[in-house]
């Protein structure tokens, strides 16, 4: 039906950037929010950045001023650049999209990705 396929992850070192991107494919009629989440080893997955269709986003606290979220609506693409990594942000990275009209469906359903691991260390 949909797949959402992340990219851009990889070992950095604190301080320095990276910018991830989630392509939404398939049947997709259309696509609300868009978000990231992050699950590090031992712990509960957490709510990284969301992005509604008309481009309102929240972030979580621990990533305000330092992570920006931005979507494609016609590519049905939504980004997350990273600046200013901190270890702490080692993680696997997941994109989610909890509402979509998929072609065909009368109801509303949620997907999300495989996931990208970024890791941050020196």
């Known amino acids: 039906q949909v797949q959402l396929v992340e990219s851009g992850g990889g070992l950095v070192r604190p301080g320095e950037s990276l910018r991830l991107s989630c392509a939404a494919s398939?049947?997709?009629?259309?696509?609300?929010?868009m978000g990231w989440y992050r699950q590090a080893p031992g712990k509960e997955r957490e709510l990284v950045a969301v992005?509604?269709?008309?481009?309102?986003?929240n972030y979580a606290e621990s990533v305000k001023g330092r992570f920006t979220i931005s979507r494609e609506n016609t590519e049905n693409t939504v980004y997350l650049q990273m600046n200013s990594l901190k270890p702490e942000d080692t993680a696997v990275y997941l994109c989610?999209?909890?509402?979509?009209?998929?072609?065909?469906?009368?109801?509303?359903?949620?997907?999300w990705g495989q996931g990208t691991l970024v890791t941050v260390s020196s």
């Open positions: 989610n999209a909890p509402d979509v009209r998929v072609i065909g469906k009368s109801v509303w359903l949620a997907f």
């Open positions: 398939g049947s997709i009629a259309s696509i609300n929010t």
């Open positions: 992005i509604g269709s008309g481009g309102r986003t």
